[in-house]
């Protein structure tokens, strides 16, 4: 049941009119019947998965919080780290058998066979469910929230459950803190119209990102990314460019609709992107860029490692790990290992050449400034979105190696041609209105300005935008949601 389907819109209309008409003490276990359903729609066997670990994870936070009572200071601390360990090595053990296995087998093969001592081993069967990588680490989340006693550990089993499950943010996030979305559980909702507004318009620009522009854009980038062989290195930067914008529409894209369907039933989500292609530095993309998952490998692992409180050595250890563990996290292949890597080197690279950029702009105007800075900051974002989107290390060698050496423009044409003018056309329409509107919103709140504007211009910019969608929007070729995979 895709975000983007009818079904979902049918799943949500139901949703939203019962459990604004049930009684309030009965409306958690709506939900979270309604979002174990909605996890079932893709495979019910593993919702039960879920719920594994959805149990571990509560009973480890009880058992912390129970050992908090003991007196003994030793003590508590070896209960409290055990069950931490058991509820991390339990979601880790659970991704490494549905995600990583087959790469780590693969890649055990290879290194035999190189090693002239070939060993066949077993390739594992099953499915990756959908959303694990997401609910797995919100549900780690808590446990470690409540080891550090920012939460206390939730006695409710149900509305735990509903927490690691809520139907809007479960398959591809954002990822949520307990001590922002457990307590709203116990608020009682009353149809707000100005919240249901915001809902709704939000719900609808992540349509448009999605629908209009990402699975727009996705043709020219499939037909390069899948035959990288078949063009030069003027199609393969267009396509790269275009992917730049397609991952980024259809991630925040899901995400606005994530946000606006809880907001519909008086649920505040975190914002998870904010403008990341008007970034500075790398550095300050990642800070734009999936911002829930960018906090909580901050506060989760790279705080604990001893973030920047360290020596220089130790930091740079420590930002490879991070972000290294981050393109691990987005996929069980080299090529996403060999992307966080790449953007963990940018950062580095990016904290040590600090003087000498300092230098060479020294005396520019801040316009220009600003300007060079975001040119330069998405031209390495792009570089590192082939080793993202690259299908295979192979394929990934190969585009580096054509894009250093074939420059010749005639696929370029017959890449615009294969494409369709008018789409190529309607395209670049769209993205430079995308870009025009995030350029002016970074200075004035288009939305709050929308909103207080009159009722026949408001109305006439939603049932415009409506009109578009429905015109222009790839209905029959929307393919899945890009971080469904992860």
């Not at 009818?6 to 003490?25: A, C, E, G, I, M």
């Not at 060698?397 to 890449?415: K, Y």
């Amino acid at each position: 049941m895709a975000f983007q389907t009818f079904s979902y819109f049918l799943f949500l209309t139901l949703v939203f009119v019962v459990y604004y008409l049930l009684p309030d003490r009965f409306r958690w276990a709506f939900l979270l019947a309604a979002s174990y359903f909605f996890y079932s729609c893709w495979n019910t066997a593993y919702a039960l998965l879920m719920l594994l670990s959805t149990a571990i994870t509560y009973l480890s936070g009880l058992r912390i919080g129970k050992a908090d009572s003991l007196e003994d200071a030793a003590r508590r601390k070896k209960v409290k780290k055990g069950w931490v360990a058991l509820s991390f090595a339990f979601n880790l053990l659970i991704l490494f058998a549905f995600k990583y296995a087959n790469m780590f087998f693969h890649s055990l093969g290879s290194l035999t066979e190189a090693l002239g001592v070939p060993i066949a081993f077993p390739e594992v069967p099953w499915l990756l469910p959908v959303g694990i990588s997401f609910y797995t680490f919100q549900a780690l989340g808590y446990t470690v929230d409540v080891y550090r006693g920012d939460v206390k550990a939730v006695r409710h089993f149900g509305k735990y459950a509903l927490f690691v499950s809520f139907f809007p943010q479960l398959v591809a996030g954002p990822i949520e803190r307990s001590s922002r979305l457990i307590a709203q559980f116990d608020e009682i909702h009353r149809p707000d119209f100005i919240m249901m507004r915001d809902g709704a318009f939000t719900i609808l620009l992540g349509l448009c990102k999605k629908l209009l522009i990402a699975d727009r854009v996705a043709v020219l980038v499939n037909l390069v990314y899948n035959r990288p062989g078949e063009y030069g290195a003027p199609a393969i930067a267009l396509a790269t460019v275009c992917f730049a914008f397609q991952i980024y529409c259809d991630f925040s894209g899901y995400s606005d609709i994530a946000v606006g369907s809880a907001k519909l039933l008086g649920f505040r989500l975190m914002k998870n992107f904010d403008a990341p292609y008007l970034s500075h530095s790398i550095a300050e993309f990642w800070r734009r860029w999936h911002i829930s998952l960018s906090s909580w490998f901050r506060d989760y692992l790279y705080i604990p490692l001893g973030g920047s409180r360290v020596g220089l050595s130790r930091w740079i250890l420590n930002t490879v790990i991070v972000f290294t563990a981050s393109g691990l996290w987005h996929g069980a292949d080299w090529t996403f290992v060999c992307w966080g890597a790449l953007n963990g080197l940018y950062i580095v690279l990016g904290r040590l050449t600090s003087p000498l950029r300092d230098r060479l702009l020294h005396g520019a105007k801040n316009s220009v400034r600003s300007l060079w800075t975001i040119i330069a900051t998405f031209f390495f974002t792009c570089f590192a979105w082939m080793f993202f989107r690259a299908n295979t290390m192979a394929e990934l060698l190969q585009i580096l190696s054509r894009l250093c050496s074939v420059w010749e423009l005639n696929s370029l044409g017959t890449l615009i041609y294969q494409v369709n003018g008018r789409e190529c056309l309607l395209m670049a329409v769209l993205l430079l209105f995308l870009l025009l509107t995030e350029i002016i919103g970074k200075r004035v709140n288009l939305r709050e300005k929308l909103y207080q504007c009159p009722l026949l211009l408001r109305w006439s910019v939603y049932l415009g935008l409506l009109f578009i969608l429905i015109l222009f929007g790839k209905y029959n070729e929307s393919p899945a949601f890009i971080y469904f995979q992860f």
